[in-house]
């Protein structure tokens, strides 16, 4: 009885296509807003917590100042130097390692071709802290680290740049009248949402960028990496005793200098996009319901357009049942329909929307299986009040109608 | 008509109807008896308001009598509930109606396969047994056409072909002939004639129309919800003699 059922309701679906799909318009719409707002909320979060852990995870950022948007006026506070972060190393437990830097912009210069870039003085802790492979060549040693020797490792920017795209090892590129040889090209990271570009930098010792760009001992950054084991929030509060000693800061008075934790930005990032994913999913939600309404709406107006159809399907000795199980399943298969239509045309709007919001296409299998279920589900919720109408027509009347 | 001592096919006992209630209550059947046979040709005749249609909805097993009984092949049909006549419409009743009542864009073969759907017909078989129904009202090349397409004699016997389809034993006819010419009209008696009497089927027929109740055997006059007379004698097919 489902299969004739079912033939029968796909008929009815076919013979009228343009009411078929007014009806069904409703979950379109809804299913799509659902599926896209979820899809692309997803994407966002991802690409948010991917553009913070580029900056590294179980990671602290140590700034002179004190902070965003706070402290002004007054002498400038003090830069680090190299006895902190020998003290941080040495003092503070959890810590893996730590990797100061100074820098500069600077214009790199090989063979007629010259870019401006940036210099970025570091020790090989750097890559400890925030991982980041070499796609050829070979990391400066201990040795010319401590020597300050003029090697670099160029990121892909410089070496599109400079290079066409071509192997860069073993040249010598001068940067600021100074030369150093490339030792290693890093592999892309992409654009960091705060950093602009992070593929363009040469990296050298710090030592090498003291001595010859900035001339003085400065550390504008540490980054201090944080041991698995230990919690980033512990090593911060050591971290900000061990500072404020050193930098002699009494007591009641603020610190000059910041600490921002990643992985604690990351989480209140992430918990803000989810947020907002869950708010815009809940009015799409809504859009969803209106949806399966207008399809109560239109199944009503068809059982009382189609009275004289059910009644000679009455006559012709339908049960009340085999009336009700046909508008019903064909509620479900244009719910259905409607869903599937609905997810297909989500896919076309995220591959459409991903690129202006600047987030990756992604495809979120639970939301598209959710939505879909919810949709059929709409089909019967919606659907059962105008079938059971429909089954309860008296045949007589209901063959008389006009 | 009964005509042994043997049980009819169809009997009405003191049947009545009365539609609304309180002040406004309507009595259209005051007490209608009726006995019809396996395989009569009946026409039932009289003035409009007398109760005919009331009379046929009740012998189709659409409606229920208010008191009285009514016997189909031995069974108390007023006793029955809804879904119970609809089973019994399904297997031993075919209709014909003045309106047609043919789906619309829908072919006249879906038309007529649409009963064999609800008996649960495999695809083959509906097909042939509509195809073969088809042929007997004489639309077998037809049988792509939606009712849009069709005139109303054609109509009226894609009605009749899905009526016959399931092969019933009583063919129930309210005006059949109502919206038709008289040359369409005679086509449709003798088609009605020829199904009583090559396949059997009994026909109830309701009509206006002396010249088409002169196609049946009997003629069952109406008037005021009762049974005025009943006239004998008609032999099937004079009308044309
Ligand atoms: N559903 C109904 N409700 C109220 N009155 C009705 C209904 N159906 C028929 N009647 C009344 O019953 C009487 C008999 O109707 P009907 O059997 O259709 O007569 P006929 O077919 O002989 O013209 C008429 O007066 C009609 O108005
Ligand atoms: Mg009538």
């Known amino acids: 009885m489902l299969g004739t059922t079912f033939l029968l309701a796909i008929r009815s679906i076919a013979r009228h296509k343009l009411r078929s799909f007014l009806t069904t318009l409703g979950i379109i719409i809804g ?11 997803n994407a966002t979060t991802k690409a948010v917590q991917k553009q913070i852990s580029a900056l590294g995870t179980n990671m602290l950022q140590v700034r002179p100042g004190q902070g965003f948007g706070r402290g002004g006026g007054g002498p400038a506070p003090a830069n680090f130097d190299e006895d902190d972060v020998q003290a941080i190393r040495d003092q503070i437990a959890g810590v893996s390692a730590v990797a100061p830097q100074a820098g500069t912009s600077g214009t790199a210069i090989y063979n007629g071709a010259n870019a401006t870039t940036t210099v970025n003085g570091t020790t090989l802790g750097y890559f400890q802290v925030q991982p980041w492979a070499l796609t050829a060549g070979r990391y400066w040693t201990a040795t010319e680290e401590s020597a300050g020797k003029g090697v670099c490792i160029i990121g892909n920017t410089v070496r599109k740049n400079l290079y066409g795209g071509g192997d860069a090892v073993g040249t010598r590129l001068r940067i600021n009248g100074i030369s150093c040889d490339v ?119 068809s059982v009382t357009e189609r009275t004289r159809e059910i009644g000679i399907r009455l006559a012709i000795g339908a049960v009340a049942s085999e009336v009700l199980m046909q508008f019903l399943v064909e509620a479900v298969v244009l719910s259905c329909l409607g869903g599937l239509i609905g997810l297909v045309l989500a896919q076309l709007l995220i591959l459409l929307l991903a690129p202006l919001m600047q987030v990756d296409w992604l495809f979120v299998p639970e939301i598209n299986i959710v939505a879909f279920a919810i949709s059929a589900a709409i089909g019967v919720v919606f659907g059962f009040f105008p079938a059971r109408r429909a089954a309860s027509l008296n045949p007589i009347d209901a063959l008389r109608h006009e | 008509m009964p005509s042994d001592g043997g049980q009819p096919l169809i009997r009405l006992h003191g049947v009545t109807k009365v539609y609304g209630e309180g002040p406004t209550a309507f009595q259209a059947l005051k007490g209608v008896d009726l006995a019809i046979d396996t395989g009569d040709f009946v026409a039932v005749m009289g003035p409009s308001g007398s109760g005919k249609s009331t009379t046929m909805n009740i012998l189709g097993c659409l409606d229920v009598p208010s008191s009285g009984e009514f016997l189909f092949k031995g069974v108390h049909v007023e006793q029955l509930d809804r879904d119970q006549r609809a089973l019994l ?95 369409r009209s005679v ?41 005025e007379r009943i006239e004998h004698g008609h032999a099937a097919g004079t009308a044309i003699a």
Do not use: C
């Open chain 1, 31 to 41: 299913v799509a807003a659902v599926v896209t707002m979820v899809t692309l909320g």
């Open chain 1, 183 to 301: 030792i290693g090209m890093l592999s892309t990271r992409g654009q960091a949402g705060f950093g602009g570009d992070q593929d363009d930098v040469v990296i050298m010792p710090i030592k090498q960028v003291q001595r010859r760009f900035t001339g003085n001992r400065d550390i504008r950054l540490m980054l201090v990496g944080v041991d698995q084991d230990y919690s980033t929030s512990a090593v911060q509060a050591s971290l900000t005793s061990l500072l404020r000693e050193r930098r002699h800061i009494g007591n009641g008075k603020e610190d000059d200098f910041n600490i921002f934790d990643t992985a604690q930005i990351s989480a209140t990032l992430t918990g803000t996009t989810t947020l907002l994913t869950q708010i815009v999913a809940a009015v799409a939600a809504i859009s969803l319901v209106v949806g399966g309404i207008g399809i109560m709406n239109i199944m009503l107006v």
């Open chain 2, 89 to 183: 419409r399904r297997r031993y009743l075919g209709f014909v109606f003045q309106g047609f009542n043919l789906l619309a864009r829908t072919s006249a073969l879906e038309n007529v396969e649409l009963p064999l759907l609800y008996r649960g017909d495999a695809k083959a078989q509906r097909r042939e047994t509509a195809m073969a129904a088809l042929d007997k009202v004489g639309l077998a090349e037809w049988w792509d056409h939606t009712p849009g397409e069709l005139s109303g004699g054609q109509q009226q016997r894609v009605a009749i072909a899905r009526a016959i389809v399931t092969s019933p034993e009583v063919l129930l006819a309210d005006e059949p002939t109502g919206n038709l010419d008289s040359e």
């Open chain 2, 187 to 227: 086509e449709i008696m003798q088609l009605l004639t020829d199904l009583n009497r090559t396949s059997g089927i009994t026909v109830l027929m309701v009509t206006h129309e002396p010249d088409m109740a002169a196609f049946a055997r009997a003629i069952v006059h109406f008037k005021d919800g009762l049974v």
